[in-house]
């Protein structure tokens, strides 16, 4: 019964050291983004964000972030256009999602302007990092 115990201490510990290193890219991102004028950010407004289509992409369609990705991010995803597989966003199921600040921002600027047409905001990333991260 003790080694069980201490077993189940070893793996909580470990799952939550997990869970710190996963948080500090996204938190670091999210303070830049607040020093970037941003702020507060709401995981609600990231959700809305998450689903609301827009039509200022290059073909004038309406896409939103669930296009892809699936309205539910813990889901894997296929490209609209390419059909090529995603991997689930949520860093809840996909532990490589949202620990690289290199790679976020890269798929970030990249997504928003084919998505929204633009590239978003600081607030406006900040809030979808809120959302993701809560997930």
């Known amino acids: 019964m003790r ?3 201490i077993g189940c201490i070893a793996v909580s510990l470990m799952w939550v050291a997990h869970s ?6 996204v938190d670091a991102m999210i303070n830049g ?8 950010f709401s995981a609600r ?3 809305d964000l998450w689903h609301k289509p827009f039509t200022g992409n ?8 669930a296009s892809c990705h699936t ?17 689930p966003m949520a ?3 996909n532990h490589e999602r949202l620990s690289d600040t290199r790679s976020i921002e890269k798929w970030l600027r990249r997504n928003c302007k084919w998505t929204l047409g633009r590239e978003c905001t600081p607030q406006e990333k900040g ?3 809120m959302y993701l991260k809560g997930l």
């Open 20 to 25: 710190a290193a996963m948080a500090a890219p």
């Open 58 to 65: 290059s073909e004038s369609r309406p896409r939103s972030c």
């Open 91 to 93: 860093p809840s199921v």
């Open 127 to 129: 809030d979808l990092l």
């Open 33 to 40: 983004y607040r020093a970037s004028g941003g702020g507060p």
């Open 71 to 87: 309205a539910d991010p813990k889901n894997a995803g296929r490209h609209v256009r390419t059909q090529k597989p995603i991997a």
């Open 45 to 47: 407004a990231g959700n």
């Open 3 to 5: 080694k069980h115990f």
